[in-house]
């Protein structure tokens, strides 16, 4: 079975720094993606960027960007020039490529405050 | 940009009763989920939903849940017998095709008394 492990409950960083949230995997698949959810107070689910673990270079989506370390199963997230709209629960999340499997597995999820 | 569609946004329901939570996805995907998400507590996927029929489902869909694409553009989750632990937020979520991006809607605020 998949696992997807964020081992920081909570995190806080001023406005304009830059914060890495943590994020780990465990899986037997060879074929998978990652993705990293927001979800702000409002509760909605939001795609921040995505993963595919055939391609060994790094996603990035503006000032998001992640640090995929598929031996480590390590799938980090670097928010750069953080934004007080960047206040949220992140979500890391795993989906397997084979097998026909639909489902995202979730992390318990890391809920970063940023501070003006 | 296209969206998922929830409704309602919160739903209030005297515990034994039967809800329906109702959905819109995003108009040219083809796949359907539904998740859950207690509070506090991480998102657990409850079922997906292809071609009409159910795709995949966790442990936790059991015969107390079911699914339904009514017409071309709805997709509910059904809850009979409602019980106080099935209060939770409930994400609808579509994608294009399978391991495509799965897009949320805003969810519903579940709550059973």
């Known amino acids: 079975a998949q696992t997807v492990t964020q081992s920081q409950p909570e995190m806080s960083v001023q406005e304009a720094e830059t914060v890495t949230l943590s994020c780990t995997y465990d899986?037997?698949?060879?074929?998978?993606?990652l993705f990293w959810y927001k979800q702000p107070p409002s509760r909605q689910m939001i795609l921040v960027i995505r993963q595919e673990a055939y391609k060994q270079q790094n996603a990035t989506e503006n000032r998001f960007s992640v640090n995929f370390q598929k031996a480590a199963k390590s799938f980090s997230l670097k928010i750069s020039d953080s934004q007080l709209g960047d206040t949220a629960m992140y979500f890391c999340?795993?989906?397997?490529?084979?097998?026909?499997?639909?489902?995202?597995?979730f992390g318990k999820g890391t809920k970063l405050t940023v501070n003006p | 940009e296209p969206e998922v569609t929830q409704t309602p946004s919160h739903q209030v329901t005297q515990m034994g009763q039967e809800v329906i939570l109702r959905c819109v996805p995003i108009?040219?995907?083809?796949?359907f989920y539904w998740y859950r998400q207690i509070l506090g507590q991480k998102v657990e996927f409850l079922v997906s939903?292809?071609?009409?029929?159910?795709?995949?489902k966790s442990e936790i869909f059991d015969d107390q849940f079911s699914v339904e694409r009514p017409d071309g553009s709805n997709f509910t989750l059904k809850i009979r017998s409602t019980k106080l632990e099935d209060s939770a937020m409930y994400f609808c979520a579509s994608s294009e095709a399978i391991n495509q991006p799965q897009h949320f809607g805003d969810g519903t605020r579940l709550s059973i008394l």
């Open positions: 108009s040219n995907h083809l796949y």
């Open positions: 899986t037997s698949e060879s074929n998978y993606y």
């Open positions: 999340a795993f989906i397997a490529t084979q097998g026909g499997s639909e489902k995202l597995v």
């Open positions: 939903f292809y071609n009409n029929e159910i795709s995949e």
